[in-house]
């Protein structure tokens, strides 16, 4: 039986009922289907009880298709964080104020109740015994389990820097944090934001609305040296600027002061900045202390095979937490689609999950980013094409007639088509056929 289930191509949020899509604003009328592999159910399996630790899109996720597949399961979903779970994607949209907090729930209570998943909220597993299959959490309860999901996502990181305890530092992981960060950044707070990716970008930008001077630190001699190259680097840091926001490439923190707070920040270039609110965006650690604990194998994240299936066989792990073929994707859609496949799993079916292409979806200050596979190719046989123009910056990278990667900045339009061009592999000869330049890529994919 092939299984599948639809949602936006960009960003991976399932399909809905609005025209475009609530998370990254992509036009849903090309929706595509994400193959999550073949299931099928194990001969013999009755009511079993099933745990899921943490309850972010991957939990959910989890918890969700394991009731699609086992309607007799005891279903129990602990998260540490008391809100209901929530679009974590969307906290730099709620921190800039774009939107308000009753957008941000996955879904209202009465979701999980209809689907008989028993949701604890505020409570954190502090223990799990593979040899007993039980856990025990911060409100002392003991629950037996015959499959556990571990979907602990990650932390933020700090540097190793004397006063980064200090008041008024802080890091963005969840509502909590993006709350009091709200009540921190007044008009003419002096910000400083520690890292120049995504999410430090997305929050300068959301400081900056929020009438914070904002300065961002880049370690890299460009901006989302992740995500970008560095002519796309350069030309986000123009459009950034224009904004306000003042950009320092190729400089590291190397000395917080102040008294309680923070007041001041001097780099290793020696320039200082009077700081009075400090973020740091520097990247996140997979949450592995309960795996660690509990024996199972860990790397960086948690080791899992294309089941998702840690090295014990009976607790599988999904999302940020879960290291797959060397990979911790550390974004929305791969989290959501390893939910999907370790519920399964974990309801006594057989799916799997495939290595994805990464690719990111940005929008900054109103530009729009989308980058997909290899975006800084070395290898000699690769054929590069760009365009860089006032509005855009775009770059397309082809190996033997195939698309391995891609960044569009300005226009992402051609983001769905490029999304399955990667990962198909197809061939690109009609595409490249003639082609002088980027502009000529870009054209033939609008049209096509
Ligand atoms: C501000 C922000 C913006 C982002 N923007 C984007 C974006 O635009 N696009 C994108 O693709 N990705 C984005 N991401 C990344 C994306 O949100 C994550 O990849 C995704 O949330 C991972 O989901 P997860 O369920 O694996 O982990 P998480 O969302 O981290 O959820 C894990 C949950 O488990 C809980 N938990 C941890 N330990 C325990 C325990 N012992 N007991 C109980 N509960 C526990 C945690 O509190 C948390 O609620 C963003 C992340 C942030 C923070």
């Not at 590069?384 to 891609?406: P, R």
Request: with cysteine.
């Amino acid at each position: 039986m092939k299984n599948e289930f639809w949602q936006c191509p960009v960003c991976g949020q399932p399909d809905n009922s609005t025209a475009r899509c609530p998370v990254c604003g992509t036009d849903q009328s090309a929706p595509q289907s994400v193959p999550v592999g073949n299931t099928s159910r194990h001969a013999g399996d009755n009511r079993s009880e099933i745990l899921v630790v943490g309850a972010g899109i991957a939990g959910v996720a989890a918890a969700e298709a394991a009731r699609k597949f086992d309607e007799n399961a005891r279903i129990v979903l602990v998260g540490e964080e008391r809100e209901l779970p929530y679009y974590r994607l969307n906290l730099t949209r709620f921190l800039a104020g774009e939107l308000p907090m009753e957008k941000l729930p996955l879904h209202p209570r009465q979701w999980y109740e209809n689907r008989r998943i028993e949701l604890f909220t505020g409570e954190s597993v502090i223990r799990m015994d593979p040899v007993h299959k039980t856990i025990l959490t911060t409100k002392g309860r003991n629950w037996c389990y015959d499959r556990l999901v571990l979907a602990t996502g990650s932390r933020p990181a700090v540097p190793p820097l004397a006063g980064t305890e200090k008041k008024q530092i802080f890091t963005l992981r969840t509502l909590n944090d993006a709350q009091t960060l709200i009540k921190a950044c007044d008009r003419g707070t002096k910000a400083l934001v520690v890292g120049g990716g995504v999410l430090g970008l997305e929050v300068a930008a959301a400081l900056a609305s929020r009438g914070g001077e904002v300065t961002v630190v880049e370690d890299f001699d460009w901006l989302l040296p992740r995500q970008a190259n560095p002519a796309a680097g350069r030309h986000l840091a123009r459009r950034l600027e224009q904004q306000e926001i003042r950009l320092l490439c190729g400089q590291r923190v190397a000395e917080i002061f102040g008294g309680e707070s923070v007041e001041k920040v001097v780099l290793e270039s020696g320039e200082e900045l009077v700081t009075n609110l400090l973020v740091f965006s520097i990247g996140v650690h997979c949450a592995v202390e309960l795996a660690v604990a509990a024996g199972l194998k860990t790397r960086r994240g948690v080791l899992v095979d294309d089941q998702l299936r840690t090295s014990d066989p009976s607790i599988f792990a999904a999302g940020d937490v879960a290291e797959h073929r060397d990979t911790i994707y550390g974004t929305w859609f791969p989290a959501q689609a390893q939910g999907v496949v370790a519920g399964r799993n974990a309801a006594g079916l057989e799916a799997s999950f495939s290595a994805i292409p990464r690719s990111n979806n940005l929008r900054v200050l109103d530009i729009d980013l989308y980058s997909i596979g290899d975006i800084a190719p070395e290898q000699k046989n690769v054929k590069t094409l760009e365009e860089d123009t006032e509005d855009g910056y775009y770059f397309f990278a082809f190996q033997d007639d195939s698309l391995i990667g891609a960044i569009l900045m300005g226009d992402v339009t051609p983001a769905p088509r490029l999304k399955t061009l990667v990962e198909s592999r197809a061939s690109c000869e009609a595409l490249l056929k003639g082609a002088r330049n980027g502009a000529d890529i870009r054209q033939r994919l609008m049209n096509a």
